[in-house]
T-cell receptor, first 116, second 113 residues
Framework: AQSVTQLDSQVPVFEEAPVELRCNYS??????LFWYVQYPNQGLQLLLK??????LVKGINGFEAEFNKSQTSFHLRKPSVHISDTAEYFC??????????????FGKGTKLSVIP | KAGVTQTPRYLIKTRGQQVTLSCSPI?????VSWYQQTPGQGLQFLFE???????NKGNFPGRFSGRQFSNSRSEMNVSTLELGDSALYLC????????????FGPGTRLTVL
């Protein structure tokens, strides 16, 4: 089984400042990692994912994340945030193979508030 | 390409009733997964269907069930509703391979009174 811990439930940040949203995972098998964003009253939108290869993954809207296997982390970063980035962000993991690869296990989410 | 459609978007029911939610995946996708989102428990996996077969199931009571039709549309049913079933129910449409992140629908907001 997999588990995901998002270390911060809320992160306030000033507009144009950098931000890092932290995510740690636990798994006994190889995993795939994902970051999703959810705007109010909407579903989830994929920001980026790590399947294999380069540990630095670039996604949409200027976000990137780095997979660190030794620290079992997959932190999300953006060098300069905008008001429109205000949303809730979810880190998720799935097993890389087997029955567990058909489901996502999510963290509790981090609410990012961008302050003008 | 049309996105994932969920109907209805909002639903109000009373305890003891049953409810059926519908999800139409992206054309060509054969996998549909369902998730429950609540403020307390967060996002939790309910089940996943692939080519009309349930391929994986989360840790929910038997009151929660689902099915998938030959056109890949999926329904989930909750019988004997409880107050705690109030949640946003999201479905995700995927091609079906491991690592496929999928596309989520806007969700159905279920309120149980």
């Amino acid at each position: 089984a997999q588990s995901v811990t998002q270390l911060d439930s809320q992160v306030p940040v000033f507009e144009e400042a950098p931000v890092e949203l932290r995510c740690n995972y636990s798994s006994s098998v190889s995993v795939y990692l994902f970051w999703y964003v959810q705007y109010p009253n909407q579903g989830l939108q994929l920001l980026l994912k790590y399947l294999s290869g380069s540990t630095l993954v670039k996604g949409i809207n200027g976000f990137e994340a780095e997979f660190n296997k030794s620290q079992t982390s997959f932190h999300l970063r953006k060098p300069s945030v905008h008001i429109s980035d205000t949303a809730e962000y979810f880190c998720a993991v799935s097993a890389a193979s087997g029955a567990g690869s058909y489901q996502l296990t999510f963290g509790k989410g981090t609410k990012l508030s961008v302050i003008p | 390409k049309a996105g994932v459609t969920q109907t209805p978007r909002y639903l109000i029911k009373t305890r003891g009733q049953q409810v059926t939610l519908s999800c139409s995946p992206i054309s060509g996708h054969r996998s549909v997964s369902w998730y429950q989102q609540t403020p307390g428990q967060g996002l939790q996996f309910l089940f996943e269907y692939f080519s009309e077969t349930q391929r994986n199931k989360g840790n929910f009571p038997g009151r929660f069930s689902g099915r998938q039709f030959s056109n890949s549309r999926s329904e989930m049913n909750v019988s004997t509703l409880e107050l705690g079933d109030s949640a946003l129910y999201l479905c995700a449409s995927r091609g079906g391979l491991a690592g496929d992140s999928g596309y989520f629908g806007p969700g159905t907001r279920l309120t149980v009174l």
